[in-house]
């Protein structure tokens, strides 16, 4: 079975632009979560949706923002982009909200 | 005060021997605690989950729980090259939300 997908695998971004990220979770999964990790930190949790509502949301700026659509795939769009964004965004999907998450390959994102 | 806080290491064990890796976490509503493995420029792995007190195992792997203390650890038993990794302690908590620590950096020397 395939796990969870994301794309692209890298990007590279200029201060000031948008970006989405995409994710699609494992077959039977309802829930993804987004995380960002910098180099060196654990990951730091952005988003949580289930059966595409917001289940919850982490202590990150308005300029993040996320969905789910009905396949259960997910999108995660940063505008405005700062230096500061630059990091492995990694989304987690799970059978449901409060359960066991597995993470994909994550994007790295790098701002210049 | 962090939500959940780490030994960042790096702690080093011989082959064979056994790596301790400790964590503990603020929120004492917390029910699901997880262990994930990072190698070098990859996403976490899970390793295992505990949700109730006392020990969990799994192969060389066992998982640890004192929700009075606060505490879980993870002890990999027979410690291999290959074990060499940073491992994450995750906590969810009352709020659903996930927490991670910063994470343990363990050598396994052969």
């Known amino acids: ?112 | 005060q962090k939500e959940v806080e780490q030994n960042s290491g790096p702690l080093s064990v011989p082959e064979g021997a056994i790596a301790s890796l400790n964590c503990t976490y603020s929120d004492r509503g917390s029910q699901s605690f997880f262990w994930y493995r990072q190698y070098s420029g990859k996403s976490p792995e899970l390793i295992m989950f505990i949700y109730s007190n006392g020990d969990k195992e799994d192969g060389r792997f066992t998982a640890q729980l004192n929700k009075a203390s606060q505490y879980v650890s993870l002890l990999i038993r027979d410690s291999q090259p290959s074990d060499s990794a940073t491992y994450l302690c995750a906590v969810r908590s009352t709020g659903n939300q996930f927490y991670f620590g910063t994470g343990t950096s363990l050598t396994v020397i052969p």
Do not use: M
Not at chain 1, 9 to 32: A, D
Not at chain 1, 35 to 57: D, M
């Open chain 1, 1 to 112: 079975d395939a796990g969870v997908t994301q794309s692209p695998t890298h990007l590279i971004k200029t201060r000031g632009q948008h970006v989405t990220l995409r994710c699609s979770p494992i077959s039977g999964h309802k829930s993804v979560s987004w995380y960002q990790q910098v180099l060196g930190q654990g990951p730091q949790f952005i988003f949580q949706y289930y059966e595409k509502e917001e289940r919850g949301r982490g202590n990150f700026p308005d300029r993040f923002s996320a969905r789910q659509f009905p396949n259960y795939s997910s999108e995660l769009n940063v505008n405005a982009l700062l230096l500061g964004d630059s990091a492995l965004y990694l989304c987690a999907s799970s059978w449901d909200a409060p359960d066991t998450q597995y993470f994909g390959p994550g994007t790295r994102l790098t701002v210049l």
